[in-house]
């Protein structure tokens, strides 16, 4: 018998949208984080991978996660501080630590490679060094290093690193939860493609940059999961995936600006060198099946 997974946990990784100059579009932002309350999401992320934290002006990240602490009431809120290094990290949580935030997610630094008791090192520093717990952020596709099981299982010993947001390998997730069962660090799946499977599989907590784009339609996935109905649950992921596709497609930052901007949220949600689409290319996307669909416009 399947077990209803009840107490769903969805955290939207927010955009940062932004005004010509690059600085922070504050009546976007407002407008991006409505759009996540309005859907119930438990979370935001702020400057995560899909906010381009490291595209971003100092001053206009400060400005962003100064407004999103201001604005957002809802759950939890939590921040992207991890950079190339230790002390440009620790500069940023610098900053961070004035706010009351919910928690601090570092990135593996990148750029360079790094071995894994290097890692263990530096994410131990960083833990020292912030007021908020801190989270793991596994993204090997950007950072080109995995962490390890062992790795990750070591750094949950420390008391103030909390959990792991995890956008490696598909097995990942499974991985990690057998090795960390029992303990109460927190292992967040970042695999939107299978949510479906995932829940199903009882593992309650989610987060992913898709999850801003269309917020109603992943509650209704966790909603249908809630009511063990599966089969509205994988057509509502595939709807999300046909969404996703096309987002990659396009290109996800000008496209992310161009589904969001006919949404009703203002901004351009692609920092520079990026393009924006001509506007031939924003009706052709908004056109699409996939993208009408994950809206209910089909």
Known sequence: MQTAVTETYICAAIGTPL???ETLHSEGLHAHLEAQRDARMNGVLVAGTMGAMQLLMGRTYEKLVRESVSEWRDGDLLVGVGDLSLARTKERLQFVNELKVDGAVV????FLKYSQSELIEYF???AAASRAPVYLYDLPQRT????DVETVVRLAEHPNIAGIKCSGDLGQVRRLSDALQGSSFRVIAAQSTIIDVLLKAGFSQHVDGIYCIAPQLVRDIAAAGAKLDWNEAAKKTRRLNDLLMKIVEYGVFPAMTAVLNHRGIPG????RPH???TPEASERLLAEPAVRAAFNEA
Do not use: H, I, K, Q
């Open 19 to 21: 005004t010509g100059d």
């Open 107 to 110: 990135l593996s630094p990148f």
């Open 124 to 126: 131990e520093a960083v």
């Open 144 to 147: 080109g290093v995995s962490l």
């Open 268 to 271: 351009s949600f692609a920092p």
């Open 275 to 277: 393009w924006p689409l």
